[in-house]
Each structure stands twice: as C-alpha cells, then as structure tokens.
C-alpha cells in the first residue's frame, strides 16, 4: 500500500513538473504570470478609486461678505472642492453644468451674513451634476458635512451646541477607498489565473492530442487533475502574496490580520477557483471557446462579489445569489483579514461556505472530467 501511494505521489510529482516546465517555457507566460498581477495592482491602486477630490466648482457669491468668504474658503481648503469660475450671475452656473465645465456649483445668496448673524436660518444652494451619480454623491456628502460644521461655529447664541456630534471611523480612519479595493485585486487574480490557465491548459493537450496520451499512460484521472490543478495552484499563491506584498509595502494598506488567517482563505478560495477552470474544460472543445465560457464567468462573479458595488444595494434575489459566488465570501475574509485583524471566530461563516464550494465544485468538476476523458 505504501508503495503504490509513494508511486503515485511519484508520477503527480512528474506531471506537476512537467506543467511548470511547459508553463515557465514560454518568457510571454512567465510575464502574464508575475507582472499582469502588479500591473493590475498599480491599475485598482491609483486608477479605481471613488473618493472625490479637487471636484471642479463653479461658484456664485451674491453676498460678497466675511462670512460667505469665510464658508467658500471651508469648501475650499478641504482639497474636496476646487474653483473653476468665480461669476455674480446665476445663469453662468446652469451653464457652466451644462456644458461640462464644472461638477458642482455653489450658489450664496444676498444677506447670507445677516441671516448667519441673526439665526433666521441662512440658505445655501448646491448644484450638482449627477451624471456620474458616485461622484456626486460622495460630493454632496461632502459639501453637507463642511455647511454642517460652519453652521456650528456660527451659531454664536449658544454657549454650546444642542448635540456635540463626534465622528470616528474604525479600520479605515481615512475612509481611502484604496484600502477597500487593493486588497479585493487578491481575489480578482486568483480567480483569473485559475479560471483561465486551467482551462486553457486541459484544452490545449486536448487540441495537440497529448491528453490522449495521457490517457494511454499509467496516470490515473485523478493523477492527471492533481497534475494540471497544483502548479496553476502555487501560482495562485504566490500571486497573492506577490500582491499582499506589494499593496503593504507600496500602498501603506494596513495589514491587521495573521498570514496563516489569508492563507487558509485562499486555500479554500484556490480549490473552488480550480474547479471552476477544470469545469469549464470538460465543456470548451476549442481554446477560444475556453478563453470565452471563462469570460463569462470571470465577469459576472466580479461583480456579484462586492467588489466594486455594495451587495446591500442590489436587489434581494441578487443579494441571495451572491451566496453561491465563493469570491464575495473571500472578499469579506480578505477585506476583514486586512482592515480589521478578525479571524475565525468572527468569519467562521464565510470560511465555511468557502471550504463547502471548493470541495464541491472541484468534486463535481473532477467527476465530470473522469465522465468525459475516462
């Protein structure tokens, strides 16, 4: 017994090494492998970001008082806001929206200081252009906490505010939305790397014919899957720890958590990952056929993942088929692992389904990869 598993470790070993040499012969693969993770890295770091700043503004000053300068230069020196147009007639801002000119126009009105000074309850008008609705959101947000904050010091009547309101965010103090989406390219490349080498692997020795020999070889279906899923496997990990490094090191995102927490996560994460690669090969006959069902794979579990949108904002069916999506649980696991240092006791859940969709989608990939080439 114990010499037929060492054989069969044996001719795994050989199998595994013989994908790697066939992976690392071709310097267009090795690039594909070790530089398209930090590219797309570099890309999410400093392209993909949601946070508003220097939004251009046009504004109207119809007061031309202390007290409206003292508000512009809130707006202003925050670095949310920057002035494109000074202008005193209100028509210039419709214009100026209109034509693209500005995202956001501010409107004084005249006795603004007077209304500020007797507490009748003084008016500004914001206008913004909600083409691009995240933008606007996040600068309408903006703009209401630095109106709410003027407003509190200018009510000199009162000793002391009627609600001392003190805001703290945990986990992510500066609220960057480069800490919530770095981390998140982890899980879009793992995904990516299994998904598409591994079913462009299996179909291409199908094409040339070498897994017909394979087939004919003392290998097994099983050794044969451990073969083509391992190196495509250890490539997944060490994208992702190329990726940690480089998002700690280059980006300050902060790491909270342990190795071993993201590493078992990713474990899990991997056996789904492959499964799905595996899968999608026993139904692809052609590589472009591969490189396509994998496509519409990939896109969709990008974006039923709360990668990019808030899975709270879809609606409820969605919401519960996001469920069946293993990469919107890592995601929560790697988000938790980084930003917040958690560990089992707090995503045993997630851990769970991960591991349950890994063995079941490798199984059933598996099962049906002996079914087709058996």
Known sequence: MNAAFARKLGRIREMVLKEFRQIFRDPRMSRVILVTPVLQLLLFGYAVSTDVHDTPTIVVDLDRTQASRALLDDFFSSGYFRVVRWSDRPADLVDGLDRGEAVVGIEIPTGFADAVATGAGARVQLILDGTNSNTASVAQSYASRIVQRYGARADARALEPPVDLRERAWFNPDLASRNYNVPAVIGAIILLVALLL???????????????????????????????????????????????????????????????????????????????????????????????????????????????????????????????????????????????GVGLSALWTQYAALGAMGVAVLGLAAARFRQREG
């Open 198 to 340: 591994t079913s462009l692997a299996i179909v291409r020795e199908r094409e040339i014919g070498t897994l017909e020999q394979l087939r004919v070889s003392p290998l097994s279906a099983g050794e044969i899957i451990a073969g083509k899923t391992i190196p495509f496997g250890i490539i997944g990990l060490v994208d992702m720890a190329i990726v940690t490094l480089v998002a700690v090191a280059w980006f300050d995102v902060p790491f909270a958590g342990t190795v071993p927490m993201l590493l078992l996560a990713s474990v899990f994460y991997l056996l789904a990952a492959l499964g799905l690669g595996l899968l999608i090969s026993t139904v692809a006959s052609t590589q472009q056929e591969a490189f396509m069902v994998s496509f519409l794979v990939y896109m969709p579990a990008i974006l039923l993942s709360g990668f990019m949108f808030p899975i709270s904002s879809m609606p409820e069916t969605f919401q519960w088929l996001t469920l069946l999506n293993p990469m919107r649980h890592y995601l929560e696991i790697v988000r938790g692992v980084f930003l917040k």
